[in-house]
């Protein structure tokens, strides 16, 4: 039976993170899967995970986003690893149809749309944002989606061996797609529910924002020069 990892990183998530690990718990009911979580937590955050059988790397002092997702994926032994932030969200109940479309073969990738319309927990602002994203994308890297931010997807055990990314800055989660595009994987998308979330927000719009488009406009770039496959890093 395949390996299902599913991939969190946490910091102050102890409002949600029972809950969480519960219903993630409940999806995968009669699977084979671990729960792994990178934590950089001042809170009960990483205890309560690990009293709920999570396997709880501590990354603290906390060293930014993309070394904590960097080092989760690396961490995760499964044939595919599926994300999702760890705030009550993103449906866990979704996690078993994107993890079988990569075990079955039909692709490489799957993102989990937030988008197919806008979310009521969602800003108006931020909707529209998100969609601006998503068009530069399409425009200028040659990719089709409608949520570069998403932060569930299920990726194949070698999109995390031979994908290099830059785990320096915000907005990862756009190259993490993008990148595997590009590369050649199948990349596929289904749209999910987005909830509101449990706990304070802690994302930066204006960095995000910043490093959305520079992660986008390098990549640009790259479409003209040889892009050569690698392992993560996440040092």
């Not at 993890?99 to 990738?109: E, K």
């Not at 998503?134 to 989606?145: F, H």
């Not at 998403?150 to 990314?165: D, H, L, N, T």
């Amino acid at each position: 039976m395949s390996l299902i990892s599913v991939a969190m990183i946490t910091m102050n998530e102890e409002k949600a993170v029972a809950r969480v690990i519960e219903d993630i718990s409940d999806a995968l009911r009669g699977r084979e899967y671990e729960i792994v979580i990178v934590d950089s937590s001042r809170d009960a955050t990483p205890n309560i995970a690990a009293g709920q059988g999570a396997r709880v790397i501590r990354q603290f002092p906390p060293k930014g986003y993309g070394r904590a997702m960097g080092r989760v994926l690396q961490e995760s032994h499964g044939d595919v690893v599926v994300t999702l932030d760890c705030d009550g969200t993103y449906p866990a109940s979704e996690i078993p149809q994107l993890a079988d479309m990569v075990l079955s073969g039909q692709c490489d990738l799957v993102n989990a749309s937030r988008l197919e319309r806008r979310p009521e927990s969602m800003p108006f602002a931020n909707y529209l944002a998100n969609w601006l994203f998503a068009v530069t994308g399409w425009l200028l890297v040659g990719v089709k989606s409608t949520d570069l931010h998403s932060g569930m997807r299920a990726y194949s055990r070698r999109v995390i061996q031979e994908v290099q990314f830059d785990p320096n800055g915000p907005a990862l989660p756009v190259e993490l797609l993008l990148k595997p595009a590009l590369q050649g994987f199948r990349v596929s998308e289904v749209f999910i529910p987005y909830g509101e979330r449990i706990g304070e927000t802690t994302l930066q719009r204006w960095s995000s924002t910043v490093w959305t488009f520079r992660r986008i406009l390098r990549l640009a770039i790259s479409r003209f020069t040889p892009l050569t496959k690698h392992a993560v890093s996440a040092d």
